[in-house]
Nanobody
Framework: QLVESGGGLVQPGGSLRLSCAAS????????MSWVRQAPGKEQEWVSG????????SYADSVKGRFTISKDNAKNMVYLQMNGLKVEDTAVYYC???????RGQGTQVTVSS
């Protein structure tokens, strides 16, 4: 199971930190990702991190603004989002690619 938290309403340029609590499996053995879905749009991959946390990748749209991390000891995955833009508004999901497991999502709204 994956449970996201940390979403909310923020002004453009603001920051949020999303958290994902994993249970039922150790994230230390697997890559994890964040994906998002905006209203009327398809799901978009945002960022990924490998099992040991040493390799990270980002969509071009968030590169330089978002940072993914994981704490294997706590079984948590994080997404630090800085410099938020209106176009970042979406439901953000924690995602385990190897099993297509996705959480329930947390809403991020960027608006003035």
């Amino acid at each position: 199971q994956l449970v996201e938290s940390g979403g909310g309403l923020v002004q453009p340029g603001g920051s949020l930190r999303l958290s994902c609590a994993a249970s039922g499996f150790p994230i230390s053995i697997d890559s994890m990702s964040w994906v998002r879905q905006a209203p009327g749009k398809e799901q978009e991959w945002v960022s990924g991190i490998n099992a040991d946390g040493r390799r990270r990748s980002y969509a071009d749209s968030v590169k330089g603004r978002f940072t993914i991390s994981k704490d294997n000891a706590k079984n948590m995955v994080y997404l630090q989002m800085n410099g938020l833009k209106v176009e970042d508004t979406a439901v953000y999901y924690c995602f385990r690619p190897s099993t297509s497991l996705r959480g329930q999502g947390t809403q991020v709204t960027v608006s003035s």
